[in-house]
């Protein structure tokens, strides 16, 4: 089992910048990949930013450029820094672990910009 906590969502105006962090805890082996995804009301989830174990990272095109995925082992943690924020980044954020394929998602933090 592996437990997800996120934090660091709010409101925040257009142009702005937020950080999410998402603390990983329980049984840590096997990890293959750490991620966010959203999901805005109407739409379906989607991958936002992912980090593969050993370095590689992967970003929605919507995403590139203003938002960096990054984890940091020690904890572990993974964080997702959202810059340049659009009103249309607007969603509920979700972390997500891929262990052994199979996915633990966390509780999910909002995140509402404003124009």
């Known amino acids: 089992q592996v437990q997800l906590v996120e934090s660091g969502g709010g409101l925040v105006q257009a142009g702005g910048s937020l950080r999410l962090s998402c603390a990983a805890s329980?049984?840590?082996?096997?990890?293959?990949?750490m991620g966010w995804y959203r999901q805005a009301p109407g739409n379906q989830r989607e991958l936002v930013a992912s980090l593969i174990t050993g370095g590689t990272s992967n970003y929605a095109d919507s995403v590139k450029g203003r938002f960096t995925i990054s984890r940091e082992n020690a904890k572990p943690t993974v964080y997702l820094q959202m810059n340049s924020l659009k009103p249309e980044d607007t969603a509920v954020y979700y972390c997500n672990v891929d262990k052994f394929g199979f996915l633990y998602w966390g509780q999910g933090t909002q995140v509402t910009v404003s124009s």
């Open positions: 329980g049984s840590l082996f096997g990890i293959r990949s």
